[in-house]
C-alpha cells in the first residue's frame, strides 16, 4: 500500500478498522488516540489545534464512502462536536450500528480524592451509555490536578468503572495521608477546565501518563456535567505586609520554633540570617499557584530547598546554614496549623532532613543559579554590596573587560 500522502490519509489508514470494532466506546478511544498525536504535537494552545484539526479533516474526507471513512469521521464529531463541520457529518451507508451510541452517555458518579498535603487532587467521574450492548461498559474519566504547577497534568479514561473507583476507595480507606469524597459535578468541571486551559498551553507537555491520548474523550465526557453558576475557588491572596509580620510573629512564639532553638538566637548576624531564610519561605509560597504559606509538604519543600532558592537568592554561609534548620520547624508549624496528621509531620520532617545533603552540595556547586542570582554572588564574593549602585557601577568599569571576554 502507497504511503499516505497527508496526514487526512495518515489517519484514514490508522483507523481502516474502526467499523470492525465492537463498541462505541473502543472507536472513541481509538479516535482520541489519534487525536492525541495532534495535541502532542501543536505549538499552538493544543485544544484549537485539535478542533482546528478535526474541522479540516471533515472538510478533507467528505467524499469518502469507505465504512472506516464515515465511521471515523463520526466519531471525531462526537469528541469535538465544536469543529467546523461537526454538527453536519451524516451516517454513512456501512457505518456500524453501535454509532449511534457514540458520545451517548450519562454521569453515574462524581468524585474528588487527593493528599493531606494539598499537592494534588484527583477528580473521578463515572460514565454509562443508554445502550450498554452497543455503547460499551461503564468506565471513569480521571483527572489529576497538580497544585503546585497549577495545571492539570494528566487525564485518563478507564475501566471497568466499578474496579477503578473500588481501588480509589480501598487506597484512601487505609492511608490517613489521603482523602476522598464525592464531589459536586458543576464544580468538578470547573477545576479540571479551568487547569487544563493552563495545560493547554505549555509548551512541553507532562511526559507521563495518558493525557495526550484520552483528552479528547476526556473533555467530551466532562463537557456533560452541569456548568458551574458560581465563580471557580480562588485561591488564598498573597500576605500583605502586616499578615506576614502577624504570621512571623507567631511562628517565633510557637513550640516549633523553641524545640529549633529558632526563639532563642540573639546574635545580630544569626538574627538576621533568621528573618532572611523566613523571607525566603515567604516568597517562594508567593510565587507559587496556591500561595498560601502553611500549605507545606515534602513536594513543596523540595521545591524550595532543591531548587527555587538555588536559582532567586544569594545565601552566605550564615545564611546555608541557617536555612535547613528554620525550614524543618517551618515545616512542623505548617503542619500543626493546617491540622495535618502526626504521621504527614513526622514523614515531611524525614523528607526535609534527607534532603540537607543535596540542598549543601547544590549550595557549594551553585549549577542551579541563575544568571543575576550568580552575578549578584559574585559581586558579594569580592566585598561589593549589591544596595549600593555606585559601588556596582565601580565593579562593572573596573571588570568591563571580563565581562566582555565572558559574553
Known sequence: MAAP?????????????????????????????????????????????????????????????????????????????????ASTVKRGAQTPAWADQLGRVRPTGCYAYGDVYGDQTSYLVTFAYDDVADGGPEHAVVALIDHNIGITKDVFVGGPAERILGQVREMCA?????????????????????????????????????????????????????????????????????????????????????????????????????????????????????????????????????????????????DAAMLPRVTRAWSAYAMRKKGLPDSAGEQTDTMVEEMIPEFARLYATGEKRSPATAAVAQLISEGVDPNDPEAIDAWIETNRHRLADDS
Not at 40 to 58: P, Q, W, Y
Not at 65 to 74: D, K, N
Not at 192 to 204: A, F, M, P
Request: with cysteine; hydrophobic share 45%; aromatic share 6%.
Open 5 to 85: 500522502q497527508n496526514p487526512y490519509d495518515a489517519v484514514l489508514h490508522a483507523a481502516r478498522d474502526v467499523a470492525k470494532l465492537d463498541c462505541a466506546l473502543d472507536a472513541e478511544m481509538l479516535g482520541t488516540a489519534l487525536l492525541g498525536s495532534v495535541y502532542s504535537v501543536a505549538t499552538t494552545d493544543r485544544a484549537d489545534a485539535v478542533r482546528e484539526f478535526v474541522g479540516a479533516f471533515l472538510s478533507a474526507t467528505t467524499r469518502r464512502r469507505t465504512a472506516s471513512a464515515t465511521t471515523i469521521r463520526e466519531v471525531f464529531a462526537a469528541l469535538v462536536p465544536d469543529a467546523t463541520g
Open 174 to 318: 487505609t492511608d490517613e495521608l489521603t482523602w476522598f469524597r464525592e464531589e459536586d459535578p458543576a464544580r468538578l468541571r470547573g477545576e479540571v477546565h479551568r487547569h487544563l486551559e493552563i495545560t493547554d498551553g505549555l509548551t512541553d507537555l507532562p511526559q507521563d501518563g495518558n493525557l495526550a491520548t484520552d483528552r479528547a474523550l476526556a473533555t467530551a465526557r466532562l463537557a456533560l456535567l452541569p456548568k458551574s453558576k458560581v465563580p471557580p475557588i480562588e485561591e488564598p491572596p498573597e500576605l500583605s505586609g502586616p499578615d506576614r509580620e502577624r504570621l512571623l510573629r507567631d511562628f517565633l512564639s510557637s513550640p516549633e520554633a523553641a524545640r529549633f532553638g529558632l526563639d532563642a538566637i540573639a546574635a545580630d548576624d544569626e538574627l538576621a540570617s533568621l528573618h532572611f531564610c523566613l523571607s525566603l519561605l515567604l516568597d517562594h509560597a508567593a510565587s507559587l499557584p496556591d500561595p498560601d504559606p502553611l500549605r507545606w509538604s515534602p513536594a513543596v519543600a523540595g521545591l524550595f530547598l532543591l531548587d527555587w532558592v538555588h536559582r532567586r537568592a544569594v545565601l552566605d554561609m550564615d
